[in-house]
């Protein structure tokens, strides 16, 4: 695949190697307090230019807000007081980078400190409140209920189950930075972005700005996102604001130390739910609550998580009745976002925790629960949710025969399955634009942000096949707001979905278009030069689906686990690049682990990080993490066009819930009270 | 203050303030896109050359104490092992991002460059001060055992 080729040979252009000429470089004064009052700001001697609320009073969008109980934007700047550690409070645009550190040094803010929280406990107790406005720190509280809700009297037993999930920093390998200059007439920018129209959107509503006038492209690679990078950020904002007055470019490279600090976190829930059945393993329905500690601001979609979550749980199962409170608290902490399932995995786990519950108090086989109670294909959950082809009995039929195997071969160990159904993002779509130059084909997706998933190969295979046409004909230009007229991102499992989508329909287009001209395809492509045809989809979500089965052993004196063995099948749809697939659903599974064995940002009770460096965030290593787990896949293609889904995020989905169950079983063997949250030993 | 510096094969004399680090000479100076940062405590490894033969985190060093010696990064590495790695690394399909595989390689091509056969547990120790948020490391594991059958074949 050329697009490993020119990694291996050095041939990237990540965001910092970005240099423009006459560049000036920011750098940002954050809060040290997790809650303060801002009492007064003395800028530093030096610098092109100093930046404070005073000047610069802009708020960073938050989307989802509709229902929303209350709204907290964040600042881009501290306005009177910083609610977390990391906080940007001020500004300085200098023209040497290493003097940057230097010359905030020479600012000083005068804080005025107050109580702070930083869990789910605190704010719903009320020990502080964060915001003024929202007395009980909720922010969003929502019923996601369906289907008949007197079922749930029909149930003979129910079974409670807890679960904690870990605040996780994404970090990214390469942290975020953007490139702002303006030129008199448009702002441009470059980001390291997975979502180049959303961070247009953004930086325009913050500054008031026609997102025309604002044209945002990616670096040729992204250093990894895992939903850290689909937002805008203060900083962005910051930048292009600088730019404008400066009028020349601006330049943000996040340091580690900074990511760490800086919105937006994965996960950080709680969730207490229980499922409703007969004796006989048959599933009625699931109540309970699902509480996000969504830190000290509505940012991004971090209002939507709890409903996400709520609306997934119990996917795969063909139930009854859902009842479920889904709730938002604001803490002292940074806001959080999605992170690589944004949702799906968190959901997963809750969900097949319960379900493994309810096996063990029934005394029934805990892979034979989920086979009695799995939905059939085109199933509508009571949330309303069509799964859809979605394969879940297939899989189930698949990994069968393996969990009966590795129960027998491991009989100390404990062994957790995760069967889900996995959420595809295809709404709102895609669009396409496709034009002729110099008797090649330029295939245009600018909503679609790769940062590791080799798409500019993957949209080059499908483009030439679709076209009758040389690989070597297409060219591909992703994640740049110029290169098709919208755009929503990567992220969600959606690029080649959604992407694929607005491909075909560009291709139709094309083939109408040369038709009317009297052209024949692809013999006169280069009589075709000039025309251009715009394309777009708008379908509906999907659903794939996966059983991971994880095989766990913990020494009995350290507790130092150890992954025997690890299976996954999943349903990736029609099937573009092999090795990708393999590859991405590898990496998911080892992320998921990951954070029940090592991963979490911890805080202490007032708010102040406990962690200074990557390593301190539970960042694993080669020698840490070791899972070579075997990789399987049905292929069902999904109604949308070219039957493709996604698997970006199927791996953490089946691996952070068979990986947890897993410990937790081996806890129980070892005669060990299980923790009941990430990280699980 | 000026310090002299073998680069990829070339010698260069450079006028560096004390404090600068050898990635930001080499990547800020010599426009090397190879060495990037990851962090600023040491830990990721992303900014991985070899110093006088030795994988080094360059980041980690300042530029003046590596006065006198030689540096090659991914781009000097152009040897049979060096294509072996950067084959495997594709065939194996051990890099997704990209952004940890330049400095992978090199602590790669230092563990490897004996010629000695190594162990699954030795490569795993060579590249610990090396984080992959994408891969998992596994398949860069794969990559070097694969690496080291083509060197030896
Ligand atoms: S940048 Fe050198 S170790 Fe991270
Ligand atoms: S490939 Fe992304 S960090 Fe290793």
Redo the contacts with the bound molecule.
């Keep these: 695949m050329r697009e490993l080729w020119e990694v291996v040979n050095g041939q990237v252009e990540y965001i910092d190697d970005i240099r423009l000429p006459g560049e000036t470089y920011l750098f940002v004064l954050r809060s040290p307090y997790p809650h303060a009052v801002v009492k007064a700001i003395a800028p530093p001697k030096r610098g092109l230019l100093f930046l404070t609320s005073k000047e610069l009073t802009a708020y960073m969008p938050a989307r989802d807000v509709e229902g929303v109980r209350h709204v907290a934007r964040m600042p881009v700047l501290a306005v009177d007081r910083v609610k977390f550690v990391g906080q940007p409070v001020a500004a300085v645009l200098v023209e040497d980078k290493y003097e940057g550190e230097d010359v905030l040094d020479e600012a000083y803010v005068d804080y005025e400190p107050l109580p702070s929280i930083s869990t789910i406990e605190q704010a719903l107790r009320g020990d502080v409140i964060v915001h003024e406005g929202a007395p009980d720190n909720i922010s969003v509280e929502d019923v996601v209920k369906g289907g008949d809700l007197d079922a749930f009297n029909k149930a003979e037993v129910v079974v409670e189950s807890e679960v904690r999930q870990s605040r996780v920093v994404p970090n990214p390998?390469e942290p975020k930075g953007c490139v702002a200059y303006f030129d008199g007439e448009v702002l441009h920018m470059y980001v390291s972005t997975q979502a180049p129209f959303r961070v247009r959107q953004d930086v325009a509503e913050a500054l008031g700005l026609p997102p025309e006038r604002i044209s945002v492209k990616a670096p040729r690679n992204v250093?990894?996102g895992f939903g850290n990078k689909v937002p805008a950020y203060p900083e962005y904002v910051i930048a292009a604001y600088a730019s404008m007055r400066l009028r020349r470019p601006v330049k943000w490279i996040e340091t580690r130390r900074e990511h760490l600090n800086n919105p937006t976190h994965g996960r950080d829930l709680y969730s207490k739910v229980q499922i409703y059945a007969r004796r006989d393993g048959k599933i009625i329905g699931i109540r309970g609550s699902i509480i996000v500690n969504i830190g000290a601001y509505n940012f991004t979609i971090n209002t939507r998580a709890a409903r996400f979550i709520a609306s997934l749980l119990m996917a795969p199962y063909e139930i009854e009745a859902v009842d479920l409170r889904a709730v938002g608290v604001y803490t002292n902490l940074p806001p959080t976002g999605p992170y690589r399932g944004g949702g799906r995995p968190e959901a997963a786990l809750i969900q097949e925790f319960a379900v493994e519950r309810l096996a063990e108090e029934l005394g029934l086989d805990p892979f034979e629960v989920r086979v009695k109670n799995a939905a059939g294909d085109g199933f509508k959950t009571p949330t309303g949710w069509q799964l859809g082809p979605y394969g879940g009995r297939a899989l189930l039929a698949r990994a069968a025969e393996v969990y009966r195997d590795v129960t027998k071969r491991y009989p100390n160990a404990g062994v957790g399955v995760a069967f889900f159904a996995e959420h595809v993002r295809v709404v709102p779509g895609e669009s396409c634009r496709i034009r002729i130059e110099g008797c090649k084909v330029r295939v245009g997706l600018g909503g679609i942000g790769p940062h590791?998933q080799a798409h500019r190969t993957a949209f080059q295979v499908l483009a030439s096949r679709l076209l009758g046409i040389s690989q070597e004909d297409v060219v591909v230009e992703l994640a740049d707001t110029e290169a098709s007229p919208w755009g929503v991102g990567s992220f969600g499992s959606r690029s080649l979905s959604a992407g694929a989508g607005a491909l075909y329909d560009a291709v139709q287009k094309l083939m109408a278009k040369t038709r009317e001209l009297g052209l024949q395809w692809p013999r006169d492509i280069c009589r075709a030069e000039g025309l251009e045809v715009v394309g777009e989809y708008k379908g509906q979500d999907a659903f794939g689906g996966g059983v991971h089965i994880a095989v766990v052993e913990l020494d009995p004196d350290t507790l130092r686990p150890e992954v025997k063995y690890y299976y996954a099948v999943d349903n990736v749809g029609n099937i573009l690049l092999e090795d990708e697939v393999r590859a991405q659903i590898e990496g998911g599974i080892a992320q998921g682990v990951s954070q029940v064995f090592f991963e979490e940002a911890k805080y202490d009770s007032e708010g102040n990080p406990a962690f200074m460096t990557i390593a301190d965030t539970g960042f694993p290593t080669a020698e840490d993490l070791r899972i070579d787990p075997h990789i399987d896949y049905v292929v069902i293609p999904s109604p949308n066009p070219g039957g493709f889904l996604g698997v970006g995020e199927t791996g953490t989905t089946g691996g952070l819930a068979a990986a947890y169950i897993a410990v937790y079983k081996a806890m129980r063997k070892l005669g060990l009270s299980p923790r009941h949250k990430t990280p699980a030993v | 203050m000026e310090i002299r510096l073998k680069v990829n094969g070339r010698s260069y004399v450079f006028d560096v303030p004390p404090r600068m680090l050898l990635a930001h000479l080499l990547r800020d100076r010599l426009g090397i896109r190879s060495v990037r940062i990851g962090c600023d405590t040491g830990h990721c490894g992303a900014c991985t050359v070899l110093l006088n033969g030795e994988p080094v985190k360059s980041c980690n060093v300042f530029a003046f104490m590596a006065d006198g010696g030689e540096v090659v990064t991914l781009e000097g590495l152009n040897d049979r092992l060096a294509a072996a790695l950067k084959r495997a690394f594709v065939e194996e399909h051990a890099?997704?991002?990209?952004?940890?595989?330049s400095g992978m390689i090199v602590s790669l091509y230092g563990l490897l460059k004996d010629g000695r056969q190594t162990s699954e547990g030795e490569i795993r120790r060579a590249i610990r001060g090396n984080l992959?948020?994408?891969?998992g490391y596994t398949s860069i594991v794969r990559a070097a055992v694969r690496a080291q059958r083509y060197v030896s074949s």
């Excluded at chain 2, 992959?132 to 891969?135: E, K």
């Design positions: 390998l250093g990894g590791g | 890099l997704q991002c990209g952004y940890c595989t992959c948020r994408c891969t």
